[in-house]
């Protein structure tokens, strides 16, 4: 999972666009970097760490100067984590200076790369974004159409921001499966994974980037919007709703607090029968599922654990041993609150079970009576191709376990999942049919065709 943002026609560009990075630094913790264009020769600065430790005033006043930028914050699995694969990717090709930064993943990588590897392509990273760069530098014609045919090519979740001199270009596959919109502060546009990027550095949210939809801005005004492919339907991730995005953002048209309150009123239906003392959440993205439960249940909210805002989260550390210790670190129960109590303990979802376990555990260990755990999403049995790196099939608790099986691993009294048909109805707003998500890690059906030669990385 990554996030990517853009900025085009502002004097402050890098400033903004670190701003945004920080924003959107949920998305990714492992590297961040800005490529500036504009002023002076274009520029990529990157480095691994947290983009507050990466971009201080003397980077962004004097070293990045410009007035476009695209940004990227990344994450990904231990094998592919060096600095050689954080975005964005700057080349000098046969169309000048051009930079790339991609959220998604590109499933027909090993294919493209084969290809390009005839024809006498060298590559520099190991990641799939860089086929996307030789495909650009070998096509001709404008501009668009040199975006457009290289991404005709590639198959796969890609949400893209693309720099070249002072044009900037956002794009997303025809899927649609990683967010991507369009703001405006002032006489700048902004391109972001989500939109609370833009809302925090001035900005406002004008609409989702459409899937397929390719946008070219130059000087403050779109220069051409048109679609690469046309979308057969629709597939964003639900998942985003679930976990990835902040709550405050607008996700695929809706806002993504709304959709984990509705979670939450769901889950309360479906366990309408059990009695509790209070309803809590894991936070953060607990917090308003548990929200939702306690209006619709007249449970009692409350907040049971104290998190540790200095320590990242816990699923997207690359190595067992990281996610061991940062989970332990991350919450501690406030004894005062949960002692001697009935609760119903509310998260987003279950991977590999190891960190709820471990909550659970901890919460035995201060006196709890009783749990009732709910997920605000179904079971996850299936892993993602689409750029959240879910652990094979193997590593999922629930691809190998009934709800029997799990509730009695993680010792709990009861465990609830939301059905998947109570998950569309929370992600859904009127306009929206309910073929407009992907819900794959929760039924195995793939939108797109998945093969065993099918790449699977995220970014
Ligand atoms: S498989 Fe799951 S995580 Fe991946 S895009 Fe589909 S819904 Fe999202």
């Given at each position: 999972?990554?996030?990517?943002?853009?900025?085009?026609?502002?004097?402050?560009?890098?400033?903004?666009?670190?701003?945004?990075?920080?924003?959107?630094?949920?998305?990714?913790?492992?590297?961040?970097?800005?490529?500036?264009?504009?002023?002076?020769?274009?520029?990529?600065?990157?480095?691994?760490?947290?983009?507050?430790?990466?971009?201080?005033?003397?980077?962004?006043?004097?070293?990045?100067?410009?007035?476009?930028?695209?940004?990227?914050?990344?994450?990904?699995t231990s094998s592919k984590s060096s600095l050689i694969n954080a975005q964005p990717f700057q080349i000098n090709c046969i169309h000048g200076n051009i930079?790339?930064?991609?959220?998604?993943?590109?499933?027909?990588?090993?294919?493209?790369?084969e290809m390009l590897l005839k024809k006498g392509a060298i590559f520099n990273h190991t990641s799939d974004t860089e086929i996307l760069l030789h495909l650009i530098a070998m096509s001709k014609g404008s501009l668009a159409n040199i975006?457009?045919?290289?991404?005709?090519?590639?198959e796969g979740a890609f949400s893209l921001v693309i720099l070249k001199d002072r044009t900037l270009i956002g794009a997303r596959d025809e899927n649609g499966f990683r967010p991507l919109v369009l703001g405006k502060i002032a006489n700048s546009y902004i391109i972001s994974s989500e939109s609370s990027a833009v809302e925090v550095i001035g900005g406002?949210?004008?609409?989702?980037?459409?899937?397929?939809?390719?946008?070219?801005?130059?000087n403050g005004r779109i220069k051409k919007s048109f679609l690469y492919k046309k979308p057969k339907k629709q597939n964003t991730c639900i998942f985003e709703q679930v976990y990835f995005s902040r709550s405050d953002s607008i996700v695929f048209g809706q806002t993504v607090k709304e959709a984990r309150v509705k979670m939450g009123e769901y889950l309360a239906q479906q366990m309408k029968n059990i009695k509790a003392d209070i309803v809590m959440p894991v936070p953060d993205t607990g917090y308003f599922a548990a929200l939702g439960f306690s209006r619709?249940?007249?449970?009692?909210?409350?907040?049971?654990?104290?998190?540790?805002?200095?320590?990242?989260?816990?699923?997207?550390?690359?190595?067992?041993?990281?996610?061991?210790?940062?989970?332990s670190l991350k919450l501690r129960p406030i004894k005062e609150v949960v002692y001697?109590?009935?609760?119903?303990?509310?998260?987003?979802?279950?991977?590999?079970?190891?960190?709820?376990?471990?909550?659970?555990?901890i919460l035995k260990e201060v006196g709890v009576k009783k749990i009732h755990f709910a997920l605000s999403c179904p079971p996850i049995i299936s892993s993602c191709?689409?750029?959240?790196?879910?652990?094979?099939?193997?590593?999922?608790?629930?691809?190998?376990?009934?709800?029997?099986?799990?509730?009695?691993?993680?010792?709990?009294d009861s465990l609830t999942f939301l059905t998947l048909d109570n998950?569309?109805?929370?992600?859904?707003?009127?306009?929206?049919?309910?073929?407009?998500?992907?819900?794959?890690?929760?039924?195995?059906?793939?939108?797109?065709?998945?093969s065993k030669n099918t790449y699977k990385e995220d970014c």
């Amino acid at each position: 999972m990554c996030g990517i943002i853009g900025v085009e026609n502002n004097e402050n560009a890098s400033v903004l666009a670190s701003a945004g990075l920080l924003t959107l630094q949920h998305r990714g913790e492992e590297s961040a970097g800005i490529t500036v264009s504009g002023k002076e020769k274009m520029k990529t600065f990157k480095s691994m760490g947290l983009v507050s430790r990466i971009f201080n005033d003397e980077i962004l006043l004097n070293k990045l100067p410009g007035t476009a930028a695209i940004g990227h914050v990344r994450y990904t699995t231990s094998s592919k984590s060096s600095l050689i694969n954080a975005q964005p990717f700057q080349i000098n090709c046969i169309h000048g200076n051009i930079s790339v930064a991609h959220n998604g993943n590109i499933t027909n990588f090993p294919q493209i790369k084969e290809m390009l590897l005839k024809k006498g392509a060298i590559f520099n990273h190991t990641s799939d974004t860089e086929i996307l760069l030789h495909l650009i530098a070998m096509s001709k014609g404008s501009l668009a159409n040199i975006v457009a045919n290289s991404m005709r090519k590639l198959e796969g979740a890609f949400s893209l921001v693309i720099l070249k001199d002072r044009t900037l270009i956002g794009a997303r596959d025809e899927n649609g499966f990683r967010p991507l919109v369009l703001g405006k502060i002032a006489n700048s546009y902004i391109i972001s994974s989500e939109s609370s990027a833009v809302e925090v550095i001035g900005g406002k949210y004008i609409r989702d980037i459409k899937p397929g939809e390719i946008i070219m801005i130059e000087n403050g005004r779109i220069k051409k919007s048109f679609l690469y492919k046309k979308p057969k339907k629709q597939n964003t991730c639900i998942f985003e709703q679930v976990y990835f995005s902040r709550s405050d953002s607008i996700v695929f048209g809706q806002t993504v607090k709304e959709a984990r309150v509705k979670m939450g009123e769901y889950l309360a239906q479906q366990m309408k029968n059990i009695k509790a003392d209070i309803v809590m959440p894991v936070p953060d993205t607990g917090y308003f599922a548990a929200l939702g439960f306690s209006r619709a249940s007249n449970i009692l909210f409350e907040n049971g654990f104290v998190r540790n805002h200095y320590v990242g989260r816990s699923f997207i550390k690359p190595s067992q041993t990281l996610r061991d210790l940062t989970a332990s670190l991350k919450l501690r129960p406030i004894k005062e609150v949960v002692y001697g109590k009935e609760i119903v303990l509310i998260d987003d979802s279950i991977v590999r079970g190891t960190t709820s376990k471990r909550l659970i555990n901890i919460l035995k260990e201060v006196g709890v009576k009783k749990i009732h755990f709910a997920l605000s999403c179904p079971p996850i049995i299936s892993s993602c191709y689409y750029g959240i790196d879910t652990p094979s099939k193997e590593h999922l608790i629930a691809a190998n376990n009934s709800i029997e099986e799990m509730r009695k691993y993680l010792s709990v009294d009861s465990l609830t999942f939301l059905t998947l048909d109570n998950l569309v109805k929370a992600c859904s707003f009127s306009s929206k049919k309910d073929d407009v998500f992907c819900a794959a890690c929760f039924t195995g059906k793939y939108p797109t065709k998945i093969s065993k030669n099918t790449y699977k990385e995220d970014c």
